[in-house]
């Protein structure tokens, strides 16, 4: 009999917190859900509360979570509702959890990412906004609590699938020549600049392989979200931005694949569905049932293999660079982006404009190291605050022109 796991999602309401209690579901003899978390959608969270019965619950606001905490009451719930960032940090390092399912999306994850491995847990990461933020201090802090990181990203997990296990010093020692990471491509693959420009949020969240929340749709049409992969892996398997070559594949079959020194090639391909590495690493190192249909290879017929275009997606050409430059330029390079995301999605400017934007508050980055939590939150406040000044110039001269 496998041993009960005791899991706590943060982000339980989201794209991967959906998918992450449906394998839950799938296996009550392994996984109980210790603590679930959610921004604003209450309701969302209310049912699933009714559903799993967590030990904990957790929301942003103080008026919602006593509102959360009377219905539950009134329901027969005994679960506790915590509200605010310190209530995530306390589910995630709770001594009862055994695994943290970290999945809230962006930089407003970082702290509660950060708790679960100073708890010493099993993290499963899915949050790789914290880890491109903080990369080199998540890895020490790893180490120096005996966290387990297991990476939720699908192509990350397929990395890790397709390595040996003992790849932490580095890739050449263990016989690696390159990562080959590969994207979609997103639904502007073949489109012209001119196109691009005239991108709305309703076409740039609608992926044609992937179903998943509203920043990472947008990540994924602009190719940041390869950039961010891309400084992910740097992380995960200690490998340098020239060790990793990005590959669009449309069919998001393949979801990434290790090229050794002897010519070998290894993959690992699935139907493109979040169950799969979701269940790979709460089981690892066994293997579970994840609800995903076998991959028919007979009609899916081909598998084609491009080049990115770093002209028409400059996002990418910019995380590479800011990969490269180390030091706070991820930091910034991610506040900036979800600022310019944020302001897409609500029609401020155009999707043309994220890397613009993007690129100029990296223009102002001095290059300095960041060695503490602080030092981060603080990197990515000031960068916030450069991109808003960004936009309100923006306005301001298209108030001009107009
Ligand atoms: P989503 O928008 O669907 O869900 C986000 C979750 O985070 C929700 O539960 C929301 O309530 C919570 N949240 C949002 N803002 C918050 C805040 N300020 N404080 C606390 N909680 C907050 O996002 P998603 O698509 O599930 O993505 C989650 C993470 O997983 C992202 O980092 C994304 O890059 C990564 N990821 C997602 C996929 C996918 O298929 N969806 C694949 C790979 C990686
Ligand atoms: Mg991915």
Known sequence: MPQLQQVTVLGATGSIGSSTLDVISRHPERYQVFALTAHTSINKLKALCLEYRPRFAVVADTADAQRLQSDLRAAGVATDVLAGPQGLCEVAA????????AAIVGAAGLESTMAAVCGGKKILLANKEALVMS????????????????????????????????????????????????????????????E???VTPAQACAHPNWSMGQKISVDSATMMNKGLELIEACWLFA?????????????????????????????????????????????????????????????????????????????????????????????????????????????????????????????????????????VVEMDQQARQNANAWLSKQSISAGVRA
């Open 94 to 101: 709770h001594p009862e959890v055994d695994a943290v399912m």
């Open 135 to 194: 990369g080199a201090l998540f890895m020490r802090a790893v180490r120096e609590h005996g966290a387990q990181l297991l990476p939720i990203d699908s192509e990350h997990n397929a990395i890790f699938q397709c390595l040996p296990c003992n790849y932490a010093e580095g890739l050449a020692p263990v016989g690696v020549r390159r990562i080959l990471l590969t994207a979609s491509g997103g639904p502007f693959r073949n489109s012209s600049y001119a």
């Open 196 to 198: 691009l420009e005239r």
């Open 239 to 375: 490998a340098r931005p020239d060790q990793i070559e990005v590959v669009i594949h449309p069919q998001s079959v393949i979801h990434s694949l290790v090229d050794y020194v002897d010519g070998s090639v290894l993959a690992q391909l699935g139907n493109p569905d979040m169950r799969t590495p979701i269940a790979h690493a709460m089981a690892w190192p066994e293997r579970i049932a994840s609800g995903v249909a076998p991959l028919d290879l007979c009609a899916l017929a081909r598998m084609d293999f491009i080049a990115p275009d770093f002209e028409r997606f400059a996002c990418l050409r910019l995380a590479i660079a800011a990969a490269q430059a180390g030091g706070s330029a991820p930091i910034v390079l991610n506040a900036a982006n979800e600022v310019a995301v944020a302001a897409f999605l609500q029609e401020r400017i155009r999707f043309t404009q994220i890397p613009q934007l993007i690129e100029d508050v990296l223009g102002l980055e001095r290059g300095s190291q960041v060695d503490s939590l602080e030092g």
